[in-house]
């Protein structure tokens, strides 16, 4: 095995529900992802991808098998041990999920002061450089209410990126945008991955963006049907 | 202020960041908050108004123990003692001296045609020493048949300061069918029994009741010689007199319990301190509403939150900032129109009802316990934020 692979995840299954209504939802998924990549994950609605990305995220905890997450075990990790894991990972969301009574930089210094007080002037630099990097420079005082659907998107990106994440999970955060936006933040995560070695493993149905990702990865009814790289 | 909450907290403030985004929410839970206040400050201030009053009908008097019947909870109620019982307690080492004290209700029908219910003293004119020194000096000129000293406090009378009845210029009342001479003044103020007081002497007292005998007054007062324990003497003077009939106590001890009785055991107080309970309740209720809508509307984000690696400590903290801000800002309003309040109701009733820093600070932290306690409930619904539901 390659040390360096953030993610390994062998033989896992999921299953949700209880006594009859239990149902499994992932059956027998392996897959490794290597550092630096863009891995999409597609399939159809209900085809377990979801499942798969919450399961890696340690969102969910892990019933069978073993998800290997920079190098922890998630199969019986400690919601302690899950929490200080979450803090290495960014997470952006079909909706953005921005607080609403907090400006974009405040949402930004969000993904910061989860690791604690630190120099509030350099959080600040910190946020600021984000936001100029996903194109924001001139909106940072904004509301959420008062940003595009576009640009929302945008300061989640700048949010999930700001505290230089090994990984970055992505749950269609194109699908609220129109093609040109939903390009320009796939192409920024690409880069920003390319720059700083972060791992982005993203869920979608968006065909406009494949073109972009190192490696897809099809689930259907929970199982990988396929695992190609794009032509 | 969101730079200073910045600074107190180490981290954004966002629950006042929330609080003051929706305005029509934060006003609608300060008025809340200010409402829950308004209605514990005014039970309050009626019961401490009680308080002092009971406090107040004591303050004619100046003794060391009081001899009491058994049955009188306050001074006011209870059985006639009989005046055997003064001499047997002056039989007992350590008494200096004993004198009895009379106490009736009355009414005085004003000129203006207006009634005023007064509660009546009498003291013998020789016991000067076992009344309050600010009036005592007036004691021997009650001496002369049908005088009295008016409390000018009293509820519905008002005297100009050049215009107070004295022994050369008497105010002509007529009390219980009594013509009597008012021939001073002194200040204690209306109460939850009476519109206010009147000092007369002994004599005058048995004329104003003519179905009050002079055997039986309605206590006896005692003053001990310096050096003596109350407490133990106090039961010395039970043990000679050995009657059922009578509680002999240190005066200070009867007060504590008269306070007690009336502010526990009688309707009145009890509905002042239900009514406290009540309001405290209004507050929690209200201000549980607001944040539960508040968790309520924002638990996508908290879960996202959740996501990024925000322990359940952050979001307590968050739901208390809110807590303790709209505490404090529903707290201001609730003081100012209890003031208000208290005003209007000290002019109409004449009652001691005024706030004091001791209440003011008790309701404040009250407010903040009750709106922590709101909080810790409203973080419940923290639990459904689930960040694997955002996906």
Redesign the interface.
């Known amino acids: 095995m390659d040390q360096g692979d953030p993610i390994v995840v062998r033989g896992l299954n999921h299953w949700f529900g209880n006594g009859d209504a239990r149902k499994q939802a992932v059956f027998d998924v392996s897959m490794r992802v290597k550092r630096g990549s863009l891995t999409i994950l597609m399939g159809p609605s209900g085809s377990g991808k ?1 499942t798969v ?2 399961l890696m ?1 340690c ?2 905890d892990v019933q069978d098998g073993s998800v290997n997450l920079l190098g922890e075990e998630l199969n019986g990790a400690s919601e302690q041990s899950q ?2 894991l ?2 290495q ?1 960014g ?1 952006i ?3 953005h ?6 400006s974009a930089r ?1 949402n930004v ?3 910061l ?2 690791h604690g ?1 630190g120099d ?1 002037a350099a959080q600040e630099r910190a946020a600021d450089h984000m936001l100029d990097l996903v194109g924001l420079a001139d909106r940072r005082t904004y ?1 959420p209410g008062n940003l595009s659907g576009g640009q929302k998107q945008r300061v989640a990106i700048a949010r999930a990126l700001v505290s230089n994440p090994q990984i970055v999970f992505a ?1 269609e955060p194109t699908a609220a945008l129109d093609k040109q936006s939903g390009q320009t933040v796939v192409e920024m995560l690409a880069a920003l991955g390319e720059q700083r070695s972060t791992t982005t493993l993203m ?1 979608t149905h968006d065909n406009r963006i494949l073109d972009l990702a190192d490696r897809i990865v099809t689930l259907e009814d929970g199982r990988i049907v396929s695992d190609t790289a794009p032509v | 202020m969101t730079a200073l909450l910045s600074r107190l907290l180490g981290r954004i403030p966002i629950g006042w960041l929330q609080l003051t985004h929706s305005k029509s929410r934060l006003t609608v839970a300060l008025a809340g908050v200010a409402f829950a206040n308004v209605l514990v400050f005014v039970q309050l201030g009626i019961s401490g108004g009680l308080n002092q009053t009971i406090n107040l009908s004591y303050q004619p008097i100046q003794a060391d123990i009081i001899i009491s019947s058994s049955d009188a909870n306050t001074l006011s109620d209870g059985s006639p003692v009989a005046r055997q019982r003064m001499f047997q307690a002056l039989s007992v080492p350590g008494v200096a001296q004993a004198t009895p004290l009379y106490l009736a209700l009355t009414d005085w029908v004003r000129e203006d045609g207006g009634s005023t219910s007064l509660q009546v003293y009498g003291f013998p004119p020789e016991a000067g020493n076992f009344v309050n020194p600010l009036y005592a000096d007036r004691l021997p000129d009650l001496r002369l048949p049908s005088t009295a000293l008016l409390d000018r406090q009293s509820r519905g009378v008002s005297f100009e300061d050049d215009d107070l009845p004295t022994l050369n210029a008497p105010l002509e009342a007529e009390l219980g069918g009594v013509a009597m001479d008012i021939i001073g003044t002194f200040s204690i103020g209306a109460g939850f029994s009476a519109d206010g007081n009147l000092l007369v002497s002994d004599q005058t007292f048995l004329r104003l009741f003519a179905q009050r005998s002079a055997g039986t007054p309605s206590h006896i007062l005692v003053r001990a010689e310096p050096g003596y324990d109350l407490t133990s003497l106090s039961e010395r003077i039970s043990t000679a007199i050995s009657s059922d009939a009578v509680i002999v106590r240190p005066l200070q001890e009867a007060i504590a319990s008269d306070v007690s009785y009336q502010t526990t055991e009688r309707p009145t107080g009890l509905i002042f301190g239900f009514g406290v309970v009540m309001g405290a309740i209004v507050g929690v209720v209200i201000v549980y509403q607001v944040l539960s809508t508040d968790v309520a509307d924002h638990l996508r984000e908290y879960a996202t939150f959740k996501a990024m690696g925000y322990k359940q400590r952050f979001f307590l903290g968050l739901v208390f900032e809110e807590a303790v801000i709209m505490a404090v800002l529903g707290f201001i309003p609730g003081v100012l129109i209890s003031l208000g309040i208290y005003a209007g109701m000290a002019a109409a009733t004449g009652l001691p009802i005024e706030m004091d820093l001791p209440r003011a600070a008790s309701v404040l932290v009250g407010t903040i316990v009750a709106c922590a306690l709101s909080g810790a409930i409203a973080t419940r619904r923290l639990a459904a934020a689930d960040p694997a539901d955002l996906f």
């Open positions: 979801t990305l919450t995220g969102l969910r929490v200080m979450r803090r990972l997470f969301f079909q909706a999920n921005l607080h609403d009574s907090l405040q210094l969000m993904g002061q989860v007080k509030d509301l749950d869920v």
